[in-house]
């Protein structure tokens, strides 16, 4: 079965706090999304990571994928309020275009 | 770039009615959509992937007659829930993927609550 596994699924911090989000899968996929998602609303496109090595950067959030060992990480550097949100990681599914999606990730980020 | 437009946002009705909602690629082609089911504090739970001209694929557990998929247009899927009962209250999310697939683009969601 596949599986993707986010952790931690709470995350409670401070303003001006560094911290990473976790995300184990069971696939051999070679590429990894990553999605946000506020109170009420849908999702929106954080980052697509196609390759072993790959590394993205958007403003204080950055993603990294290691294929080998199935592991890509959301780091947070100097967290501000606006970054609360709930996060997705999705790995590709068997079918074309499907995702398998984890569990996500709630921050909430205190001033 | 590209959006995909999700028609209604919000709809509160009566047990035993049925309620369309309407999933629009504005400005590209999609071929097959998705359509999810989201519990209040849960992941996304795919309900089906819906195919341009043939029937749509529905995962397991998910009822075919109770959630009715329509793709009719390489630019709209409609999902229908027939005879709403209040556990079929939830967050429905459609997307369609992008070109190349490296990017899937989202509805804005319908909260459906049933009396």
């Known amino acids: 079965e596949l599986k993707v596994e986010q952790n931690p699924l709470f995350l409670s911090m401070q303003e001006g706090k560094n911290y990473t989000i976790y995300c184990n899968y069971s696939?051999?996929?070679?590429?990894l999304y990553w999605y946000r998602q506020d109170p009420g609303k849908s999702l929106e496109s954080l980052f697509v990571?196609?390759?072993n090595g790959a590394v993205k950067q958007e403003g204080r959030l950055m993603a990294s994928l290691d294929t080998k060992a199935r592991l890509s990480t959301l780091h947070i550097t100097a967290a501000v309020h606006d970054l609360s949100a709930t996060y997705f990681c999705?790995?590709?599914?068997?079918?074309?275009?499907?995702?398998?999606w984890g569990a996500g990730t709630k921050l909430i980020i205190k001033p | 770039g590209a959006v995909v437009s999700q028609h209604p946002s919000r709809v509160i009705c009566k047990s035993g009615t049925s309620v369309k909602i309407e999933c629009r690629s504005l400005?590209?082609?999609?071929?097959?959509m998705f359509w999810y089911r989201q519990f209040p504090k849960q992941s996304l739970m795919l309900m089906a992937t819906?195919?341009?001209?043939?029937?749509?694929?529905?995962e397991q557990g998910v009822e075919k007659d109770k959630f009715l998929i329509n793709h009719a247009s390489l630019t709209l899927s409609t999902l229908t829930v027939t005879s709403a009962h209040p556990e079929d209250s939830s967050f429905y999310i459609c997307?369609?993927?992008?070109?190349?697939?490296?990017?899937?683009?989202f509805g804005a969601g319908t909260r459906l609550s049933v009396l």
């Open positions: 400005d590209f082609q999609a071929t097959t």
């Open positions: 997307s369609a993927p992008g070109q190349g697939g490296n990017i899937q683009y």
């Open positions: 696939t051999t996929s070679d590429r």
């Open positions: 819906s195919n341009e001209g043939s029937k749509a694929t529905y």
């Open positions: 990571l196609l390759s």
């Open positions: 999705a790995v590709d599914g068997d079918s074309n275009y499907q995702l398998i």
